[in-house]
């Protein structure tokens, strides 16, 4: 089966931290670039972090300075670490890999990924 799930979502107080984690097995490797997206009701998906097959990353203005993506290429696993939430970071978070062959630093575009996990929700209160 080829699938992404992701973890780590749930809800925190303005200022907080949460890291998110999606399993993404092969998709890890150098053959994939990845990224992380968000999406709230009635809104076009968003770009938030990308990291690329050539390692490089990328991330929207908004989350520049406050949220980190990485990877672990031995555990399979690929995080955000997403610190000084604030209500505006409200939103279903998905994890997504794609390997087109002329994309190579990371992407916050969502139509160059064709593999995407169900999502997990980050909801950020007073």
């Known amino acids: 089966q080829v699938e992404l799930v992701e973890s780590g979502g749930g809800s925190v107080q303005a200022g907080g931290s949460l890291r998110l984690s999606c399993a993404a097995g092969?998709?890890?490797?150098?053959?994939?670039?990845m990224g992380w997206f968000r999406q709230t009701p009635g809104n076009e998906r968003e770009g938030v972090a990308g990291?690329?097959?050539?390692?490089?990353?990328i991330y929207a203005d908004s989350v520049k300075g406050r949220f980190t993506i990485s990877k672990d290429n031995a555990k399979e696993i690929l995080y955000l670490q997403m610190n000084s939430l604030t209500h505006e970071d409200t939103a279903m978070y998905y994890c997504?890999?794609?390997?087109?062959?002329?994309?190579?630093?990371?992407?916050?575009?969502?139509?160059?990924?064709?593999?995407w996990g169900q999502g997990t929700q980050v909801t950020v209160s007073s």
């Open positions: 092969r998709y890890t490797t150098s053959l994939f670039y």
């Open positions: 990291i690329g097959r050539d390692g490089t990353v």
């Open positions: 997504a890999a794609g390997r087109k062959y002329w994309v190579a630093a990371g992407s916050l575009e969502s139509s160059v990924y064709n593999v």
